[in-house]
């Protein structure tokens, strides 16, 4: 008996729990349709661009905030450069001599979450945001993002529906799609209260945040997740503007996106263990019975089902190796018996495609939320199937690696 | 949080795996009884060609040659039993029930055989080859490989392939008939000679069977019937 495939089987479980959970979720409550209406109060915010080394695409960031549709005297563009070697300082001081709204500001390098801090504590602005250098809004982001806190007074963060700058190399399409799942499980997430990630494009807060729970720390490279922790623990409520588009640059190396998927899930391990006492807490709500434990078991499962594939795979071609030699049979074509009789039709098959099923719906779902026409194309599709099972094991398997290691993890 | 949420979650889930269970237990009996067809259907063939015998038993044995004794089948059935044996186990009772009847077959259909060479004379090229599913064997799958390779190169080459183990006492007689060791499996023996054990390449076992020459060798591409 293969005792290695109950595993699996377990983790399909878990996996198709997971799914069947969100879409009973989005069954409960569909997100809305985006609508015309207008805030009836413009707070004042002071979106901050933190940035290292981004010469090539700070000035596309800036402008973007600048074609944001809010009250100009309202809205303050702080750049803070930490430290940057390369033009982004001649880049942003020329932005801020053009532009009233923009400032800029040079520190000494001392890593993202000390550029937030400098900026928060250098701004008196009602709501704080942040967006990386990286990463470019739609014109009417800011104005769904101030619905979205004037719908429910509680609600202390917003993070946005983040999509995909233009992209084009299968690599960048394999991400394409995983954002538009990860719109899908976000706006879930919400109907849940358990969004577990507050990302750095366009992630917008009430001041009161930072007076109530403190500054971002250095959390293992990893501050706007360890934010999203610390706000759960103290009762902070995160929601999605599911309408408020931005757009963010992708790894187009595997190398670049392992690295840095390598330090998301590094630094997912290690705040988990720094926030162990959320897990199973009814306290915690969802966040802390739901998402913290399913994505901890998602993590392991990975692992365990990329070494049980890889097991039999490396003993499936040994075997053929070795038979080849024993045997000496030359290599010759068979024609396959074309009978359903002979398809495998074991319980394994039928589950990995009804997981597989779920996926699709919920990339569809996002896709319709996202009102994504044109990205998740079928070649898009096909570089995410393709991809992603190979690519997403080495990462977790560096992750795992590096926490149990206690490694600090790498930004770039 | 609505704990009904994750009740009702975990129920639509367990119902799926259900579904799945069920759906792959009934092609699975769908399969068995696939089978339990092919084998009825070869049992009148074989009956048939039993009888056949009997009434050209007296007449000229180029009438016999005409008429092809030997059932086809029996190697679709081989394959089928391979797949039935993957899914199902090689523990399951009924696998192991259709592999007795399936060895009974090959038991009668090498009678018939042997009938026929001694009435006319023929020089048919056979293999009786005896494998164990008690402890993996990975000489007898090569061994089955190397034979299921030369029957797609000689469509005449006859292999009767059987489970050394199975509890079938007509099986037992020819194993005793032919003294096979079964500690030493996998065993082949060609056109009634001494047992050979162990591996077998495709090389040494075309010198295992000269008569491999005399057949004809099939002109088009060998199908994957596997041998058990």
Redesign the interface.
């Known amino acids: 008996?293969d005792y290695g495939a109950l595993g699996v089987y377990l983790c399909l479980?878990v996996a198709?729990?997971f799914e069947?959970?969100l879409l009973?979720?989005y069954l409960?409550r569909k997100p809305s349709l985006k609508t015309a209406g207008r805030p009836s109060y413009y707070p004042s915010i002071a979106m901050l661009v933190p940035c290292f080394n981004e010469e090539k695409t700070l000035e596309h960031t800036v402008e973007s905030l600048l074609a944001l549709e809010y009250p100009k005297e309202k809205l303050s563009i702080v750049i803070i450069d930490d430290g940057s070697k390369d033009a982004t300082r001649a880049i942003g001081e020329r932005l801020a001599s053009e532009h009233g709204q923009v400032q800029f500001f040079h520190k000494e390098n001392g890593g993202k979450y000390t550029a937030m801090n400098w900026g928060i504590t250098h701004t008196e602005s009602e709501l704080v945001g942040c967006l990386d250098a990286d990463s470019f809004v739609a014109a009417d982001a800011l104005v769904e993002v101030i619905k979205r806190f004037e719908s429910d007074k509680a609600i202390m963060a917003i993070t946005p529906a983040m999509k995909v700058y233009r992209p084009r190399k299968m690599l960048e399409l394999m991400q394409a799609v995983e954002y538009t799942f990860g719109i899908f499980y976000k706006k879930m997430f919400d109907n849940?209260a358990a969004l577990n990630v507050l990302p750095g494009p366009f992630s917008i807060y009430r001041r009161e945040v930072f007076t109530s729970i403190g500054l971002f720390k250095h959390a293992h490279n990893t501050e706007d997740m360890e934010i999203a922790f610390r706000m759960h623990a103290n009762g902070l409520k995160i929601a999605n503007a599911h309408n408020a588009f931005v757009y963010t640059t992708v790894p187009s190396t595997v190398w670049a996106l392992i690295k840095q998927r390598t330090r998301w899930s590094q630094g997912f391990l290690q705040n988990s263990q720094d926030y162990k006492y959320m897990y199973f807490n009814?306290r915690f709500?969802?966040f802390g019975?739901?998402v913290l434990p399913f994505a901890l078991v998602a993590f392991f499962a990975g692992i365990y089902t990329a070494v049980y594939a890889l097991f039999h795979a490396l003993g499936f071609v040994w075997?053929k190796i070795?038979?080849l030699f024993?045997?000496?049979?030359?290599p010759?074509?068979?024609?396959?018996?074309l009978n359903?009789?002979?398809a495998d039709?074991?319980?394994m098959p039928?589950?990995i495609i009804?997981v597989l099923c779920g996926t699709l719906a919920a990339i569809f779902l996002g896709q319709r939320i996202a009102l994504n026409k044109q990205d998740i194309t079928l070649k898009a599709l096909v570089a995410y199937f393709a991809l992603f099972g190979f690519i997403a094991p080495v990462w977790l398997f560096r992750a795992a690696w590096g926490a149990a290691l206690a490694r600090e993890s790498k930004w770039r | 949080m609505t704990w009904q949420r994750y009740f009702l979650a975990f129920v639509i889930t367990a119902a799926i795996f259900g579904t799945a269970f069920y759906i792959t237990s009934r092609l699975d009996n769908a399969r068995i009884a696939n089978i339990r067809t092919t084998e009825d259907s070869i049992s009148i063939d074989i009956l048939s060609s039993e009888t056949q015998f009997e009434l050209l038993g007296n007449l000229d044995c180029s009438t016999i040659a005409q008429n092809p004794v030997l059932s086809d089948e029996l190697n679709t059935l081989a394959s089928q039993l391979s797949v039935a044996e993957a899914n199902l186990g090689v523990t399951n009772p009924e696998v192991i029930q259709l592999k007795k009847q399936y060895s009974l077959l090959e038991i009668k259909d090498y009678i018939l055989l042997q009938n026929i060479t001694n009435k006319c004379g023929t020089k048919p090229v056979y293999v009786l080859y005896f494998y164990t599913n008690n402890v993996a064997c990975d000489d007898c799958t090569r061994v089955a490989d190397v034979l299921t390779y030369l029957r797609g190169e000689y469509p005449g080459l006859r292999v009767y392939s059987f489970d050394y183990d199975l509890d079938l006492s007509a099986l037992k007689t020819l194993i005793t008939l032919h003294k096979v060791n079964g500690q030493n499996l996998p065993a082949i023996i060609v056109n009634n000679r001494e047992p050979v054990y162990g591996p077998q390449s495709l090389d040494s076992m075309q010198k295992l069977i000269p008569e491999l020459k005399s057949l004809a060798a099939a002109t088009t591409t060998s199908t994957s019937t596997k041998i058990r």
């Open positions: 008996m479980f198709l729990y069947v959970f009973i979720s409960e849940l009814r709500g969802n019975t739901l075997s070795s038979d024993a045997t000496r049979i030359p010759h074509i068979t024609t396959s018996h359903w009789f002979y039709t074991g319980m039928f589950l009804t």
